[in-house]
């Protein structure tokens, strides 16, 4: 009887299967083949035409819009995989979504990041491989391994590759004191200075700059954040920005969700450009923003965690 080594196997849900396909060709191996379907009520049937036993899994799916569908898709997807007898079943969430909601801000709050750690590891994933969480706390809401990449070095390799701005003149900006972290090493690769927004929530998606911490006047300002959603935020510190005597500004994030009139907005803004990263996908995007793509981060990382070497050293 003929022995099948384990190999590692590389599938995609329907929410970004173009970053799939860029990771599958970085890493040099070809998308497994499975068909997403949906019964006459919209149930998700999916059926996997090759074999997993014994194999090493890694199903890449963003829990981006449409939220729901595409989590449960997720969910059915890792379960059968493990009712196949995958050896490993990585989930590579790009976007994890429900992760703004990590703690109880307000009474009778739900915790949705924890709960849907417990539905991906309930459903039998083994490994969690995302990008630049909201909060890093929540890969402490798993009971499995989970590798929260860092989208900062697909920024600076652009700005330093490609002389977008005079780098000497460069401040990094982070929009609140919960984005210094990320900011910080983005500022540290550019070899740039970092400010802070001092920034309030008077309620869901409504923020007002109050302040800034730091010296701007006369630079170009580098807005780093991980997530675009209304594109208020990013507008109002734009604003705030300019009254401190900031001569250009860009801005930079991991994924760009643009709900609502996001895009009218900052085509409107004092903002020259946003760069955002292929984690979540978008037929077409106005002039005025740029796609990076964060596969080859992604590929590498994958091909590290599969053998077994250090993933880290990809943000030194």
């Known amino acids: 009887m003929p022995f099948?080594?384990?190999?590692?196997?590389?599938?995609?849900?329907?929410?970004n299967i173009q970053l799939a396909e860029k990771i599958a060709r970085h890493m040099g191996i070809q998308l497994g083949s499975c068909v997403m379907g949906r019964f006459s009520d919209g149930e998700i049937n999916i059926k996997v035409d090759e074999t997993v036993r014994g194999h090493d899994v890694f199903i890449v799916q963003s829990t981006s819009t449409p939220v729901?569908?595409?989590?449960m898709e997720l969910l059915v997807m890792i379960d059968a995989f493990k009712r196949a007898s995958a050896n490993s079943i990585a989930a590579v969430i790009p976007y994890y979504g429900y992760a703004r909601q990590d703690r109880k801000a307000r009474g009778r709050d739900p915790i949705t990041a924890k709960l849907v750690a417990n539905l991906l590891?309930?459903?039998?994933?083994?490994?969690i491989v995302t990008v630049d969480l909201h909060a890093e706390q929540i890969q402490g809401f798993f009971d499995i391994p989970v590798d929260n990449l860092w989208s900062f070095p697909v920024f600076s390799k652009h700005f330093l590759n490609n002389n977008i701005v005079d780098v000497k003149n460069v401040v990094v900006v982070s929009p609140d004191i919960g984005g210094v972290k990320r900011a910080?090493?983005?500022a540290e690769k550019l070899g740039a200075p970092l400010a802070i927004l001092d920034k309030r929530r008077p309620r869901d998606n409504i923020a007002e700059v109050v302040n800034v911490i730091g010296e701007v006047e006369g630079k170009t300002a580098l807005l780093f954040d991980d997530i675009i959603d209304t594109g208020r935020s990013l507008v109002e510190a734009a604003k705030m920005l300019k009254k401190h005597g900031v001569k250009r500004i860009f801005a930079c994030a991991t994924h760009g969700v643009f709900s609502g009139q996001?895009?009218?907005l900052i085509a409107n803004s004092e903002i020259e450009k946003v760069y955002v990263t292929d984690t979540i996908y978008h037929e077409k995007l106005p002039n005025n923003i740029e796609i990076l793509s964060i596969a080859p981060l992604l590929g590498e990382a994958l091909l590290r965690v599969r053998k077994n070497l250090s993933v880290s050293i990809l943000f030194r």
Do not use: D, P, Q, Y
């Open 4 to 15: 099948h080594s384990n190999e590692m196997k590389l599938f995609a849900g329907t929410s």
């Open 262 to 264: 996001a895009l009218e």
């Open 68 to 71: 729901n569908e595409n989590l």
């Open 121 to 127: 590891t309930i459903a039998g994933a083994t490994r």
């Open 184 to 186: 910080s090493k983005f």
